[in-house]
């Protein structure tokens, strides 16, 4: 029997209690900024998956060759990294974006040079809670980035007692304002339910793993690459390993599917999107 398809509707009330959130991760401000004036750079209050998808999709997905990932993995499936959070104190130059939620469907391994050797991080979607980073980000670095509603609105991801959430949506028609009313049109994204990984649990990813899969060079819809940059050594990082099931919805993906006792990390970083703009990407080559 297939397994129950996981919604985060029957745990709306998780929303409404105030007690933890966001994994209770510090939010500090932007370490990097003062040296990196040039590069967005940004506080990133992140959980991100290692999801194992079907060999066939993540090709077509990623639109070149794929490179088997340097850590033990299933032979039938290549890892799809799904990451949502709360980037706060994002900066460059004299530009500042106070917080910015975001949640992300990565494709790590891909031969984007065709060369066997160079690993690249493919951007598939981005979700935002804002339009103006989308629209920038769309035209700048060639991103496909989307604007979505989170739930919970403002925080890296909601909780209560040692149960985790998080859940995405693509808003289709907005909610009618008074007086008309009544309820909007949403286009479900990925839900996340997830707790922490108990002391005597092994993690299945060591964190080099995570780091290894969020760092390097990087590209999206554009003709050009970029690189990304993120540090987990900053003393407010608390990483800790979860575990959790998650459902990925068709229409941005092939077809919904459910993952049941997946892997994860949750962790605050910071980054640095470098390379503006954006270079040939034979000049990454390993």
């Known amino acids: 029997m297939p397994p129950r398809r996981l919604s985060l509707n029957r745990f709306a009330l998780f929303s409404g209690i105030a007690s933890l959130v966001g994994h209770c991760n510090a939010e500090p401000p932007n370490p990097l900024y003062q040296h990196h004036m040039n590069d967005a750079t940004a506080v990133y209050n992140m959980t991100l998956f290692i999801i194992p998808y079907p060999k066939a999709d993540v090709e077509k997905l990623a639109g070149y060759p794929m490179l088997r990932p340097p850590f033990p993995f299933s032979e039938e499936a290549y890892p799809l990294v799904y990451q ?19 949640a992300s469907i990565i494709i790590p391994n891909v031969d984007r040079l065709k060369d066997g050797k160079t690993s690249f991080v493919r951007s598939k979607y981005t979700f935002t809670d804002q339009a103006i980073p989308s629209i920038v980000s769309w035209a700048v670095e060639g991103y496909r980035n989307e604007v979505a509603s989170f739930n919970p609105p403002h925080e890296a991801f909601g909780a209560s ?15 009618p304002p008074p007086p008309v009313g009544g309820p909007g049109l949403s286009q479900p994204i990925a839900d996340a339910l997830f707790m922490k990984l108990h002391s005597s649990e092994l993690p299945q990813y060591p964190q080099s793993v995570y780091e290894r899969l969020v760092n390097g060079p990087i590209f999206g819809d554009g003709l050009g690459c970029g690189t990304i940059t993120t540090f987990f050594n900053y003393t407010f990082a608390n990483p800790t390993f979860v575990l959790g099931n998650m459902t990925l919805y068709a229409g941005y993906l092939p077809e919904t599917r459910d993952f049941i006792n997946v892997h994860g990390l949750s962790v605050t970083v910071t980054e640095i999107q470098g390379t503006f703009p954006p270079v040939d990407c034979k000049s990454l080559a390993a």
């Not at 706060?88 to 530009?95: E, F, T, Y």
């Not at 007692?161 to 693509?170: A, G, N």
């Open 161 to 175: 007692q040692q149960v985790y959430f998080s859940q995405v949506k693509k808003t289709i028609v907005p909610t």
């Open 84 to 102: 949502f959070g709360k980037l706060v104190d994002i900066r460059q130059s004299l530009a500042q974006i106070p917080e910015l939620m975001s």
